[in-house]
T-cell receptor
Framework: DAMVIQNPRYQVTQFGKPVTLSCSQT?????MYWYQQKSSQAPKLLFH???????NEADTPDNFQSRRPNTSFCFLDIRSPGLGDAAMYLC??????????????FGSGTRLTVV | AQKITQTQPGMFVQEKEAVTLDCTYD???????LFWYKQPSSGEMIFLIY??????QNATEGRYSLNFQKARKSANLVISASQLGDSAMYFC????????????????FGQGTILTVHP
């Protein structure tokens, strides 16, 4: 089945040690998003790619970077994770930004723990 | 800027009863979409139902229906015949065509409502 896959499902990283989370999709959607969701809070958009165009939210810390080498893959890099970066990271895809009838397809998320 | 408000941090319902989860929104864009997602404890975000701002009828999907009152800017989710498996966090979300021209198409979430279904 076409879907959005996030790996790993759970990630434990050391304080300050760079970590990469991955997302792949078989939907051929042109837009990919990364959300951060802390415990019992709403998901917060970090950035998104429209094709190869990168769009950063104004309040996303510089510690967070993203790469999209092709349509299918998108990576979230946390350069120096702090304890406050422990969260669920959700990847989502959408067919096109301007077509409202299409919602997002979410991956299962990666739960990041920083020790 | 768009804003989504869910005023119920938690809701309880008896199995087989109906429950309404509240959602109000604010946007200056005439064209927008409203979504409800379910997030169980496993963390995945499951799409439930969609309502477009120009849709004349309220959306329905199985046991889920959306009570859309455009003038009041509300989009409440109604779950009929609740089941134990409905216990989860529920998010209302909105997407409009041009959110300030920067993150257009961005899906913005409310704070969520935790629903607990009692046997």
């Amino acid at each position: 089945d076409a879907m959005v896959i996030q790996n790993p499902r759970y990630q434990v990283t050391q304080f300050g040690k760079p970590v990469t989370l991955s997302c792949s999709q078989t939907l051929n959607h042109n837009v990919m998003y990364w959300y951060q969701q802390k415990s019992s809070q709403a998901p917060k958009l970090l950035f998104h790619y429209y094709d190869k165009d990168f769009n950063n939210e104004a309040d996303t810390p510089d510690n967070f970077q993203s790469r999209r080498p092709n349509t299918s893959f998108c990576f979230l890099d946390i350069r120096s994770p702090g304890l406050g970066d422990a969260a669920m990271y959700l990847c989502a895809t959408s067919r096109d930004q301007g077509i409202l009838i299409y919602g997002y397809t979410f991956g299962s998320g990666t739960r990041l723990t920083v020790v | 800027a768009q804003k989504i408000t869910q005023t119920q941090p938690g809701m309880f319902v008896q199995e087989k009863e109906a429950v309404t989860l509240d959602c109000t929104y604010d946007t200056s864009d005439p064209s927008y979409g409203l979504f409800w997602y379910k997030q169980p404890s496993s963390g995945e975000m499951i799409f439930l139902i969609y309502q477009g701002s120009y849709d004349q009828q309220n959306a329905t999907e199985g046991r889920y229906s959306l009570n859309f009152q455009k003038a009041r800017k509300s989009a409440n989710l109604v779950i009929s015949a609740s089941q134990l498996g409905d216990s989860a966090m529920y998010f209302c979300a909105m997407r409009d065509e041009n959110d300030g021209g920067t993150s257009y198409g961005k899906l913005t979430f409310g704070q969520g409502t935790i629903l607990t279904v009692h046997p």
